[in-house]
């Protein structure tokens, strides 16, 4: 199973390498701050889509789209979560205060549009980082994970490389 990891797309135009790549995942999971229904719509065209709001999202996603969300894969647990709530640009923190009182393998965050991978403990925490927003970071970038016989991998991807 390969997952396509997106955060922070912001109603810009979505990359042509991203588009490609994701007309083959199994799922695209984003992060939040998709900000637009043509943009969400886009994706979900691509392959079946789960998302969470951001903190820039169009009141008709927030209405449509949860805070938080906990998807089951392969008996992974991963937990998705923009990172906008509570301190304004410690989206990490606040990822990892969302999940606290829930046994996650993943936890999927956006909100700070800079790619990060990192094992704490037993979870992995993963940021995508923003395929068209350079705000706060210096490349554009999108996640995969793949999960293939009991094992999970998560890489980040920079675009036009």
Do not use: W
């Not at 199973?1 to 984003?30: C, W, Y």
């Not at 301190?87 to 393998?105: P, V, Y």
């Amino acid at each position: 199973m390969i997952l396509g990891i997106l955060a922070d797309t912001h109603s810009f135009n979505i990359p042509s390498q991203v588009i490609e790549r994701f007309k083959t995942v199994d799922l695209i999971i984003h992060a939040g701050d998709i900000t637009d229904m043509p943009t969400f719509k886009q994706l979900k065209a691509l392959a079946p889509l789960r998302a969470v709001q951001g903190n820039q999202d169009a009141e008709e996603l927030k209405k449509e789209l949860p805070l938080k969300d906990i998807i089951v894969c392969d008996n992974f647990r991963i937990g998705v979560t923009h990172g906008h709530i509570g301190t304004s640009l410690e989206a990490l923190k606040n990822a990892m205060a969302s999940f606290k009182d829930d046994k996650i393998d993943v936890v999927i965050f956006g909100h700070s549009h800079k790619a990060f991978k990192e094992q704490i403990g037993p979870v992995l925490y993963f940021n995508p980082g923003s395929p068209n927003d350079l705000n706060r970071t210096n490349f554009f970038s999108y996640g995969l994970i793949s999960i293939e016989a009991g094992q999970i991998k998560a890489e980040i991807v920079r675009i036009g490389k």
